[in-house]
């Protein structure tokens, strides 16, 4: 393994550990209690290994986002990889790491907390970010050389602490995980929704390996692929270790994974813990914004060459400041239905678009069928879970969606889906090569 790779899977991890990514483990294994492993076995299935499948497509076919919707039809592909993009970028992934960063990071730190100290706080923080964004070129270097470092000394020392002087034992499992903690671990990775924002990382990875000399495919898709496993290694390391620290943690009121973390964090260091706390905080959100800015800004240069790529640089960076002024929750509540109804065709392309890795006849059914399949159902929860419209008659029929009440009601008919158009395409491959055989002969 050589030094670049080894760089490019340490900015790979450091982009995933962004907001959500530090605060869901802890309250998994807080209620998990001594379910902790099955549940988060579960996690890492949809928080590490779907994210890492998502990398690896992107890296294969070296196309972009945008070709994974290709095989449905061109325009549905550009469409599909601006909606991500948009969702990753200003609207969504950069303000919401942003406001993360400064709600949790300087939760105790500042003496007020208004729109005032909110803007000041944005305007250091998005100037840190464009100046890095900037050079695309150093980024890896940027992120996997130093970034990185200081976030996992940070996390390590936590997590070493919290392992060896642990509140309290492994309690009881509660609510859902008392009775299937692996499926709840499922679902727990599931709504970090990391990987979206695997489809945008994985080309800030391949745009890094590119600047550094890296131009062949098979090149590419090996450098991508060990960076990747660098990366998952440590998310499952790291995610196991905050688990455990929320296990540990003896009960109390806790709200979410935060409140846990800030407590561990003043109950192992003192009054230095919010220090740590809130440098592992704003330093992982930090490292997010950057491979967002850049994803973004590159994707937009490569599809329209003319504004230069420092342009878009500014563009989502003060789209991304602005956005965040509106403070987290207006930003969850904008975003909530755009998510909902993106996330589950992603996952529907990702899957497909691995598969197609391995299948040798052309797949164009098993794109098509999954998909049509998956955007009415997403479109429903969507009107189901909002409450928008009132229509009874659809609630009902989504419901009757086995697992809807967790909001998969499309993964069955995903399943029946890809199954019958991969019939469909294999049936159509044997034709054509049967036409094509009795041409010869």
């Not at 605060?23 to 099955?38: C, D, Q, S, T, Y």
């Not at 602005?322 to 899957?351: C, D, E, K, R």
Request: hydrophobic share 55%; charged share 10%; glycine share 10%.
């Amino acid at each position: 393994m050589n030094r670049l790779t080894l760089i490019s899977g340490l900015m790979l991890f450091s982009l995933f550990f962004g907001a959500g990514n530090l605060i869901f483990p802890p309250m998994l294994g807080h209620k998990a209690g001594v379910e902790m492993w099955p549940a988060m076995a579960g996690f890492i299935v949809t928080g590490v290994l779907l994210p890492f499948l998502a990398v690896v497509v992107v890296a294969y076919f070296d196309e972009g986002v945008e070709r994974m919707g290709r095989p449905v039809h061109p325009i549905f592909g550009m469409v599909f990889a601006v909606l991500v993009y948009l969702s990753i970028g200003a609207l969504y992934g950069i303000p919401r790491a942003a406001n993360v960063a400064y709600e949790v990071g300087t939760a105790n730190l500042l003496p007020v907390h208004d729109a005032s100290t909110l803007i000041g706080f944005s305007v250091v923080f998005f100037l840190i970010v464009f100046m890095v964004a900037l050079n695309p070129a150093k980024i890896v270097d940027s992120i996997g050389k130093y970034l990185t470092p200081i976030l996992l000394g940070a996390i390590a020392l936590l997590s070493i602490f919290a392992v060896f002087r642990p509140e309290t034992g492994l309690q009881p499992a509660r609510e859902e995980y008392g009775i299937t903690p692996m499926v709840s671990g499922i679902l727990e990775g599931y709504f970090t929704m990391d990987l979206i924002g695997a489809l945008a990382f994985s080309m800030v990875i391949i745009s890094g390996l590119k600047y550094s000399g890296v131009t062949d495919r098979k090149g590419i898709v090996s450098h991508v692929l060990k960076a990747g496993l660098i990366s998952s290694v440590l998310l499952t390391v790291i995610y196991v270790a905050l688990a455990y620290i929320g296990g540990t943690t003896a009960r109390g009121g806790y709200e979410n994974g935060t409140d846990i973390l800030t407590y561990s964090s003043m109950r192992l260091f003192g009054s230095s813990g919010d220090l740590i706390f809130s440098a592992i905080v704003v330093v992982a959100c930090l490292t997010t914004c950057i491979g967002l800015v850049n994803a973004c800004a590159a994707f937009g240069f490569r599809h329209y060459s003319r504004i230069p790529y420092k342009v878009y640089v500014f563009i989502f960076t003060g789209g991304g400041f602005l956005f965040t002024t509106l403070g987290l929750n207006t930003i969850l509540s904008l975003a909530a239905p755009l998510l909902t109804f993106l996330y589950p065709v992603a996952i529907v392309l990702v899957v497909v678009s691995f598969m197609n890795m391995f299948i040798h006849f052309e797949m164009k059914h098993a794109y098509i069928l999954p998909v049509v399949t998956t955007i009415p159902i997403s479109i429903v929860d969507i009107i189901h879970t909002s409450g928008l419209l009132k229509m009874e008659a659809i609630s009902t029929m989504y419901m009757a969606l086995p697992l809807s009440e967790v909001s998969l009601g499309w993964l069955l008919p995903f399943a029946v889906m890809t199954v019958a158009g991969l019939a469909a395409d294999w049936r159509r491959g044997s034709r054509i090569e049967s036409v094509e055989h009795q041409t010869v002969y």
